[in-house]
């Protein structure tokens, strides 16, 4: 339901201290009042076990903005962000102690936002909790947080459990990455654009292949890492949800459903990964001690509270394959890890090269064209196109060459927004757009829950890669087998 006014709300964030709040929630929500985009009225209520008050929430706030804030904290700023600070010490195990909401919430003027931002194991107790406080109204709203459970059968008891308190239109299940301007710019590049809606097919593309890199390692979270994997951590979710953008038919419209049920349909279409084929079609790997920025950095089995019998992978590469009419024969290579060469987000469409070269002087075969599409950092869109080469010589020249479009030197006096502050913003809003269906996650994991499946049964383990590269060699061998290879 969308609010046609934005209405001020009470934010509750359960999970208040918590690494995502610290490190993404508290940094968003400044931002936002940086931007004058918070209603006056709202109010950010912290809730975690540890004691507490909110003068005590107002140093945590601040000390996470000096540590993950990329600007100059604004002291002006600061001042009406942290006057909307409170905090309540709720062990969410204990149905008794919610009475303390009452405290803080004010369910005649605002409306309330319940982010979990706790281990998914807490939100059946969050849900009991809040319904036996006597809280909630038909206004209330939950954000839920990725991964919903580790599987199909875990993630359709939270979805149950949720149910049981809130209906489908209440819940907003969040994906960051569906928040990031140049995801959201696929649906323009894609629907806007009609030298692509003829052209985007298995007629014209060869592959499409989506990286999503990142440097940093577990960061002191081994507790939730070592028991999800990177395929649960960010292919279930982001690279899938990357992927459904990038393939889906185009909706009617932009409203929620419309997109959901394009997306399923692309989900549903993935062909299963099976023990017969997974070593074929996957690679799982494990970093091992290196250098990373030029500064060296533990192995995984090193990290902080590391079990160093585990066999978690901690990078993922795959080859998907779409079994539908306009991605027949099309393969998407999809690849993630931790501690990586750098933080690289991107999506590279390698176009299928002309079949005849006419320009023999300049390549034996002419190279592909590729759009290449940057989500972070430097977000962006790249064509490359082969162009003659000025000049008056008697045999015409053929040279690789780019057309480059920056999000920051094209839109220089437009701000852009990260995943988090757009996604807060909208669930405030009460815009469900960009959140996710029950459906579209039911349907990633069962893709999901394939390819872990084979995996316990397969004798491979993850294979070593150091810190600091672009995974282990066989990632490159999966695409190499198939005469391709990866991007940069
Ligand atoms: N961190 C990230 O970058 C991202 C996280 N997520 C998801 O967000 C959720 C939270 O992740 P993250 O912030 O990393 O987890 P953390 O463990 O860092 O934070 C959870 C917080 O909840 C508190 N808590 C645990 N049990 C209780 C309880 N019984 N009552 C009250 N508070 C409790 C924890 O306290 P204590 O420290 O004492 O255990 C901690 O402060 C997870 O579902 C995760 O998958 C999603 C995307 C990114
Ligand atoms: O959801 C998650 O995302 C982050 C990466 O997010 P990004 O916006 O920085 O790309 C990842 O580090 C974390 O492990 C995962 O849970």
């Known amino acids: 339901m969308k609010d046609k006014k934005f209405k001020p709300c009470d934010l509750v964030i359960y999970g208040a201290l918590g690494d995502l709040t610290r490190r993404k929630l508290l940094i968003s929500l400044y931002r936002l009042e940086n931007a004058g985009l918070l209603e006056p009225d709202t109010r950010i209520v912290g809730v975690d076990r540890h004691p507490g008050d909110s003068a005590f929430y107002i140093d945590v706030a601040h000390k996470s903005l000096q540590q993950f804030l990329n600007e100059r904290l604004d002291e002006e700023v600061w001042k009406r962000f942290s006057s909307r600070l409170n905090y309540l010490q709720i062990d969410l195990t204990r149905m008794e102690q919610y009475q303390r909401l009452h405290e803080v919430i004010d369910q005649q003027q605002r409306v309330m936002v319940n982010y979990f931002a706790v281990a998914p194991f807490l939100f059946k107790n969050i849900c009991q909790g809040l319904d036996q406080s006597g809280i909630l109204t038909s206004k209330s709203r939950m954000v839920m947080e990725k991964p919903i459970g580790h599987n199909l059968k875990s993630s359709i008891e939270i979805n149950d459990e949720v149910a049981k308190v809130f209906g489908e239109n209440q819940v907003y299940r969040i994906d960051h990455y569906l928040g990031k301007e140049t995801v959201l710019n696929l649906l323009a590049l894609r629907f806007a654009n009609s030298i692509f809606t003829t052209n985007w097919n298995h007629n014209t593309i060869d ?25 649960r951590d960010m292919l279930q979710n982001h690279l899938l949800q990357i992927l459904t953008f990038i393939a889906m038919e185009p909706p009617a419209n932009l409203e929620a459903e419309s997109i959901h049920n394009e997306k399923i349909k692309v989900l549903k279409a993935l062909r299963p990964i099976t023990a017969k084929n997974v070593d074929e079609k996957t690679v799982r790997g494990q970093y091992s001690a290196g250098y990373v920025n030029r500064k060296p950095v533990p192995g995984y089995l090193e990290e902080e509270g590391a079990n160093t019998d585990s066999t978690t992978e ?36 390698y176009f299928k090269r002309v079949p005849h070269n006419i320009f023999k002087d300049s390549y034996l075969r002419l190279p592909p064209n590729k759009l290449v599409i940057h989500l972070q950092p430097n977000e962006g869109v790249e ?60 349907q990633a994991w069962t893709w999901i829950d394939s390819i872990q499946n084979a995996w316990a049964k397969s004798p491979e383990k993850p294979k070593p890669y150091q810190a600091g590269t672009w995974g282990p060699i066989a990632s490159d061998l999966l695409l190499d087998r198939d005469g391709r290879a990866w991007e940069g």
């Open 207 to 231: 592959h499409i292949q989506i990286t999503v890199g990142e440097d940093i390692g577990i960061e002191g979270r081994w507790e939730y890492f070592d028991k999800t994997g990177q395929l």
């Open 314 to 349: 901690t990078f993922v590469a795959l080859r998907a394959d779409i079994d539908n009419w306009r991605w027949a024969d099309v393969p998407f290579y999809l690849r993630t890890g931790k501690r990586m060469h750098s933080k690289r987000t991107e999506i590279v469409v």
């Open 383 to 442: 064509i490359e196109m082969l162009n003659k080469v000025p000049g008056i010589d008697e045999n015409l020249k053929i040279q690789k060459t780019k057309l480059d479009l920056s999000f920051s030197e094209t839109f220089k006096k437009s701000r852009i927004f990260g995943g988090y502050e757009k996604l807060v913003l909208e669930a405030m809003r009460g815009n469900p757009t960009l959140f996710l269906s029950r459906e579209e996650i039911e």
